[in-house]
T-cell receptor, first 118, second 113 residues
């Protein structure tokens, strides 16, 4: 199946610093990539939709200046959490769409990044 | 928008028994229904999916059924094993060209040895 990687898998940072998370589709070119946030024992919450070469589309309530998304190529999207605070601590997961042939794309997820802000 | 409800929230089964998780959706235009398995500390893994032109799909011990009239779909796991213990999420895509998944709340499955 399609493989999506994320880096780093785990990061601990001090309050006020910025953290960048990379998401890569390893063996396919993704038409669209997504960024999710997941709190313990909860479902995935979509933060933004990212398309290569264009601005990301953010979900309601997600601050675009806080969570910067750059989609530089069809295989790489980055999420930067700017001026991180303890309430930003969470599990961040990206996904990438594997283009379908005449049908809906299939979405594959990365392994997630555990962010802890002290 | 699409609203996906998932039941039960927790499910405990004896090893070797079957597990069934049910989801309902609200948007009749939804046409793609994937199921994901998430182990602790990991990202969701696609285990099976079904499209609206099919009523049932099977892959070894896993099967998914879809009832478009009633707007519900179910995941069936037979001959459960301890490694099946995880959180399972159903999802739906509301429209043909809208790639955003709407997720259910998740079901924590525990397989007792």
């Amino acid at each position: 199946g399609a493989v999506v990687s994320q880096h780093p898998s785990r990061v601990i940072c001090k309050s006020g610093t910025s953290v960048k998370i990379e998401c890569r589709s390893l063996d396919f070119q993704a038409t669209t990539m997504f960024w999710y946030r997941q709190f313990p024992k909860q479902s995935l919450m979509l933060m933004a939709t990212s398309n290569e070469g264009s601005k990301a589309t953010y979900e309601q309530g997600v601050e675009k200046d806080k969570f910067l998304i750059n989609h530089a190529s069809l295989t790489l999207s980055t999420l930067t959490v700017t001026s991180a605070h303890p309430e930003d601590s969470s599990f961040y997961i990206c996904s990438a769409n594997l283009p379908g042939q005449g049908s809906t794309d299939t979405q594959y997820f990365g392994p997630g990044t555990r962010l802890t802000v002290l | 928008g699409e609203n996906v409800e998932q039941h039960p929230s927790t499910l405990s089964v004896q090893e070797g028994d079957s597990a069934v998780i049910k989801c309902t959706y609200s948007d009749s235009a939804s046409n793609y229904f994937p199921w994901y398995k998430q182990e602790l500390g990991k990202g969701p893994q696609l285990i099976i999916d079904i499209r609206s032109n099919v009523g049932e799909k099977k892959d070894q011990r896993i099967a998914v059924t879809l009832n478009k009239t009633a707007k519900h779909f179910s995941l069936h796991i037979t001959e459960t094993q301890p490694e099946d213990s995880a959180v399972y999420f159903c999802a739906a895509i509301p429209r043909r060209n809208d790639y955003k998944l709407s997720f259910g709340a998740g079901t924590t499955v525990t397989v007792r040895a």
